[in-house]
DNA sequence: TAGGTTAACGAAACCGATTTCGTAAAGCCG
DNA sequence: CGGCTTTACGAAATCGGTTTCGTTAACCTA
């Protein structure tokens, strides 16, 4: 009869007792069912009783046990977030911020955030598969979204909702997916704009891993630019797959060592942006004199170097905060396809850009 | 009698019925109740149908809905952690591997992990509380310990098995508690001997907040490590208080200023201890022959500069890994105060250190 | 004023498990 | 072979809620 596995011996002392739906039925003179659907808001509940319900429950303290109404309802209150850990930049300092938004946005709305982590797309599938299963989480964020995201495919086989940051499918958005996404295109196409109005007429381009959506985008935005500011399109000046400062710094040298060199870069990221200060000071150039740089995301080291540089901030909390409010919204019944954020990213000028100097 | 508030309506499509306990037992010619204690390994259960009942269930895909049992057994395997988005240096890179080691253990045990985050102390209790009120969680996992962290009471009084990453009480560790350490004390006493070897005499110390546990343990070991090389202490070469690279710069200024200046210093850690190429690179210095640099850490950014960083490297993703087991430990009845590790920090040479030059 | 609604609540089933308790059959013992 | 344990399982209670289905009394309407 008895167990055999571990036992779970709690020491000692009161821990006090937690105050049941039952008890707060019994302090009022009615029964769980009609305490619970006037905590509900069931249309069956008088208001003088709905609201003398409400008070009470605030009085003794009581809240619901989630867990008992999932089992129930089947709804537990739960954001879920697979982390990969095997992306080239592991998120970087955003993470923190991110994750911030998510959680302190979906506090406000009484759900939680539960997160797991894979090294590969098979283990990815697997963790959601058991998180789905376990009827962990109601639903996904999912960051860092690829031009065709396979996850997408996979949770809406699953019927599970989810809401993306970052669009897919490049030019035109899937249709029916919730996402959240600020305006990178929008940035590059800025960035050439400013950098042309400063004088440049060479105007290169870093950017990403093209397996990710804001990869194109951000190329198509600095193609924009340069149509947008009357610039010929030089396939020379455009390099792509480019992750980490190591390799933005010699993004930077094979640009400068080309026969007619760029006076300005425009990179995809800060990360690689970085790169092109390494370069100056093997070069002995001036950024922002004889080099000027623009880049993307706002990480707190772009402040830090010399000179601060420009760039456009990406406000990663409210991302979080944002994303975590549609997908509940959407777990509440909003059609998915309504659900559908694009903000833009806000400039920070430094002193990493200006005028060419004349030849 | 309708509901008022959000509708829910799963929109089509056939989402695959789920296998429940009363599925398999039907299945197996049993009841219920049989087929949970044979899972649960009951004693009472013979080994015949408790092996049948294993085949069976894993044939079926069977998997008990964790917050169906929560309902009776008040356990929902789930480890909970607050991130507190008002600390110093946001966590900075190793949140990534933190998380992923946390989460990769749990999901080797089925459990998983619920994160939430708190902007001062007052929302972490809150936000703790909520999360214990509403059960989504059985136990936490504490970062950056404080010498005296309000945390660890709070949770006692509540009775909340914890973990914490770091020790707390400074000296002697407060007895009962269980904690996962990276040993900064030793590598701290480590990185000096380490100069006096190369022939440093005047080597100074740069630490953090004297608040956090981990600042006071760092300080001791470099003062150990003076007594074990046969240097004096100087206090004019002991800093503390220094959080981020302009800090650290500032100090190495400070430090470098001095009447008899030091030939060498450790940082206690690796964010602060790139302020000091910032100010070599003023000064004309070089790192690793004009001024000696150890820190600590092992953030990626040390290896990236020129020459790399000699620091002592902590691998956070195990110190996520090994929190997890033990909280989990814990939580499955061993006694909490058994639960301690230690572990030593690696020594990742790099070109930041080497014999100081003669005067 | 009889008959039909409607408003507001109670009683009981239910969700998917775990755990307690009861009991038939088998095994043991003298 | 009768009585007493075990062994191995079934029946039913339970956890903390939600939801369905009645039911009563007040309110309309004709």
Known sequence: ME????????????????????????????????????????????????????????????????????????????????????????????????????????????????????????????????????????????????????????????????????????????????????DGEGAMRAAVVRLAGFGHRRIAFAGSHASYNFALLRRDGYRDGLEEAGLPFDPALELMEISDRSEGAQAARDLLDLPDPPTAIVYSTDATALGAYDVARERGLTIGRDLSIISYDGIPEGRMVDPPLTTFAVDSQHAGARLASLLIAQLRGAPPGELTELVAAQLEPGGSDGPPVDP
């Open 3 to 182: 167990e055999i596995r571990d036992t779970n011996k709690k020491p000692s002392e009161p821990a006090p007792r937690r105050v049941r739906i039952s008890d707060l039925a019994q302090a009022l003179g009615l029964t769980k069912s009609t305490v619970s659907r006037a905590l509900n808001n069931y249309s069956d509940i008088s208001p003088e009783t709905r609201e003398r319900v409400a008070r009470v429950a605030a009085e003794m303290g009581y809240a619901p046990m989630p867990y008992a109404q999932a089992v129930r309802t089947g709804r537990v209150r739960a954001l879920g977030l697979v982390l990969e850990l095997d992306a080239p930049d592991r998120y970087g300092p955003f993470l923190t911020d991110f994750l911030g938004g998510i959680t302190q946005e979906a506090s406000l709305e009484g759900w939680t955030l539960t997160i797991a982590s894979s090294n590969s797309r098979e283990e990815m599938e697997d963790t959601v598969t058991r998180l789905l299963q376990e009827h962990k989480v109601d639903g996904f964020i999912l960051p860092r979204t690829q031009v065709v995201d396979p996850r997408v495919k996979f949770l809406q086989t699953k019927h599970v909702p989810f809401v993306l940051f970052g669009r897919t499918g490049h030019g035109q958005p899937d249709p029916g997916l919730s996402w959240y996404d600020v």
